[in-house]
């Protein structure tokens, strides 16, 4: 079997260009920046969900942007010797949570940011790729993960302020701000025990930040163990447009309050509008009435449905619907609720929707049931 080739290495220090063939044919893909979703099928091993990832990868003569792995820990070893077994030396950032399978597999799935046929610079803090740069026509994209604090001996308030040195590091790095961030994920270990501190140190460290679109990033905030053991971790991805027709912009929700009224601070979705494509990046979304407060407690049936209407009335409103999803993931506290949330795809004829199904935590305890995704159209 071949694994997927590495074209050049990574300097130490800043960044450091990861070569391109010639792209392929316009037939076959679209945007040239897409997200590949591989979960394991029943029976199959792991280094057989990274094979089709690495043949997908081939076909698409692509290189990795950024990789998200949700799984046990305990298996933590197991998996990334599949993947690097199947796609060769790890060079891009990796964000792996305890985001554990609904079915007792060791690996519930991986979303792979990919890239097609342009320039790719790596983002390194020490000896430890934490990010990659690109650019399309109109703008610089950068997109980091596996981040966290440096010091596991913090308490976590001090943890979150360290975790956003570092992201500021690593962005400096790469020649961005903090300001230019449109979409986080935080991963936070014990989540329910501390997110209000959480939530208050980040609304903190924002209140001085100018940030370029004029709004909070979308985000996503689920409690998953790491790898290191810190209190969190984190991806982000920052835009900073070269074109004066580029850029990206708040989208609120028909049917929900903005979060920062009830003190979360982030934006309901982002849409990047750049190199001829509309990106819509919906932040992790639950059940929750337009004023703030949870809905259908006790529920999780009528939560996946209430959730599935506010997240199909935000697509709706930039002329979109769930055919344009690239990317997906659903957080159930408890496995044996996925099955709602099956049935309700199924009704729809949305079986294909590339979505990773993890037994994951959510914000509010009385929260049963969350889902973040993305969708992508060509601009009009």
């Known amino acids: 079997m071949s694994k997927y080739p590495v074209e050049s290495e ?36 792991l280094n057989h969900v990274f094979l089709r990832l690495s043949a997908e990868l081939a076909a698409r003569d692509a290189e990795i942007l950024s990789l998200m792995i949700y799984g046990s820990l305990a298996a933590r070893a197991e998996i990334e010797g599949a993947m690097q077994a199947m796609l060769g030396e790890t060079r891009w950032p990796v964000t792996f ?112 930040v100018k940030w370029r679109t004029g709004s909070l990033p979308a985000s996503t905030g689920i409690g998953a163990r790491n790898a290191d053991g810190a209190a969190l971790t984190v991806a982000a991805w920052a835009v900073r447009p070269i074109d004066g027709r580029a850029g990206a912009r708040e989208i609120g929700s028909p049917l929900q309050c903005p979060a920062p009224a009830y003190g979360s601070a982030f934006s309901r979705a982002m849409e990047i509008d750049s190199g001829g494509w509309r990106r819509l990046t919906v932040s992790g979304t639950a059940s929750i009435f337009p004023g703030g407060n949870t809905a259908w407690v006790g529920n999780a049936k009528k939560q996946v449905d209430l959730t599935m209407e506010v997240i199909g009335a935000i697509l709706q409103s930039r002329g979109m619907d769930f055919s344009a999803v690239t990317r997906a993931t659903a957080y159930y506290r408890h496995p044996l609720f996925k099955p709602y949330f099956e049935t309700w795809l199924a009704a729809r004829e949305l079986r294909a929707m590339p979505v990773v199904h993890t037994h994951s935590v959510v914000c509010r305890d009385d929260l049963l049931f969350e889902i973040e995704l993305d969708a992508c159209a060509a601009s009009g």
């Not at 450091?16 to 893909?29: E, G, I, T, Y």
């Not at 703008?139 to 308490?155: D, E, K, M, V």
């Not at 701000?177 to 924002?206: G, K, Q, S």
């Open 10 to 45: 990574e300097l130490r220090v800043g960044l450091a260009p990861v070569p391109r063939r010639d792209p392929v044919s316009p037939a076959r893909k679209n945007s040239p920046e897409f997200v590949l979703t591989e979960c394991p099928k029943s029976g199959e091993s």
């Open 97 to 208: 949570v305890e985001g554990a399978s609904c079915d007792g597999s060791p690996l519930a799935g991986v979303q792979a940011f990919a890239l097609s046929g342009r320039m790719i610079q790596r983002v390194m803090l020490g000896h430890r790729i934490v990010g990659s740069v690109y650019e399309d026509a109109g703008a610089r994209h950068c997109l980091l993960g596996g981040l966290g604090p440096t010091s596991l001996a913090l308490l976590p308030s001090a943890q979150v302020q360290q975790m956003f040195g570092n992201l500021e590091w690593a962005l400096d790095q790469a020649g961005f701000e903090l300001a230019d961030i449109v979409r986080t994920w935080f991963y936070n270990d014990d989540i329910l025990a501390w997110y209000p501190e959480f939530n208050r140190v980040r609304t903190a460290h924002y209140a001085g």
